[in-house]
């Protein structure tokens, strides 16, 4: 291989990193998942109030998405 050639592929290859590098990455809600044990802790508090445990309301509790707070219940009850 010609030093020539070889420079032209490195300079390339040097480009295409420097390009990838500047992509903008994805900017999503990036919230973390509450902790098993802080969802446990607030459905034990919802029930010591006697207030009925569902997806709405412990969403509504931990400031969730229902969706979210479905499967989390599910979790609780598995554990």
Do not use: F, I, W
Not at 22 to 27: E, L
Request: charged share 30%.
């Amino acid at each position: 291989m010609e030093a020539g050639t070889l420079t032209e592929e490195l300079a390339d290859e040097l480009a295409e990193a420097e390009q990838a590098e500047t992509r903008p990455r994805r900017q999503g809600a990036g919230r973390k998942a509450e902790p098993l044990a802080v969802v446990k802790e607030a459905v034990a508090a919802m029930q010591a109030e006697g207030q009925k445990v569902s997806g709405p309301t412990l969403a509504e509790r931990l400031g969730a998405n229902t969706r979210t707070a479905h499967r989390r219940l599910s979790e609780v009850q598995a554990a």
